[in-house]
């Protein structure tokens, strides 16, 4: 059914992820949560080896993420099957109700693509956040809603796209962790599901 990569590709990107939660949310929390914990000399290093795990473990997740949408892209595509899935939710309330799909049904499919979308988006962000001289992501982002209309047809003046490095990453520090909350609740809502 699926290849030695194809299973590959999942656990690297779940387990990647699994250390990117733990020590985002340590980075985030850990002054107010851990410091007083640990008292400030101990939690220094736990700060600076999260840090390094962050940074360096991102580079396995956005692997395993290229290689689930290598992999899994065509499979995901939505087609009839998942309208008999969704009418009858999986079969998850009706006993002996097993609806078709192909490779993925519909339930599979939604969390595909929003994992695609959402570490796709978190990943950008984590990048704009490494590189802020080399990738300013907003000013770009915003010169393109610009560019479509977008703030002229809300009635709002144009978008600023005229961004310094530090006002980058001022940007980019609250949406990454936004997206990665609701990244983590979508990959752990399969967990409640499963057997």
């Not at 999942?10 to 851990?34: M, N």
């Not at 390094?52 to 396995?60: D, E, K, L």
């Not at 009418?87 to 109700?97: P, Q, R, T």
Request: hydrophobic share 55%.
């Amino acid at each position: 059914l699926f290849s030695l990569c194809e299973r590959f590709a999942p656990w690297l990107l779940g387990r990647s992820c699994i250390l990117l939660a733990g020590t985002g949310l340590s980075r985030l929390f850990g002054r107010f949560a851990l410091s007083p914990l640990f008292g400030h000399e101990a939690y220094s290093p736990i700060a600076i080896a999260g840090k390094w795990i962050h940074n360096n473990v991102s580079w396995a997740f956005m692997l395993g993420l290229v290689m689930v949408i290598l992999f899994w892209v065509a499979h995901n595509i939505p087609n009839r099957h998942d309208l008999k899935w969704i009418a009858v939710a999986g079969g998850l309330f009706s006993k002996g109700v097993h609806p078709p799909a192909r490779k993925f049904n519909a339930g599979q499919k939604l969390i595909f693509w929003a994992v695609v979308v959402l570490g796709v988006s978190i990943s950008a962000s984590g990048l704009s956040l490494l590189f802020p001289f080399q990738l300013p992501m907003f000013a770009a982002t915003f010169a393109k809603v610009n560019d479509l209309g977008l703030p002229h047809l809300l009635v709002m003046a144009p978008l600023r796209t005229d961004f310094l490095p530090h006002q980058e990453m001022h940007l980019a520090q609250p949406r990454h962790p936004f997206v990665a909350f609701l990244f983590i609740a979508i990959c752990h809502g399969p967990t409640y599901i499963g057997p």
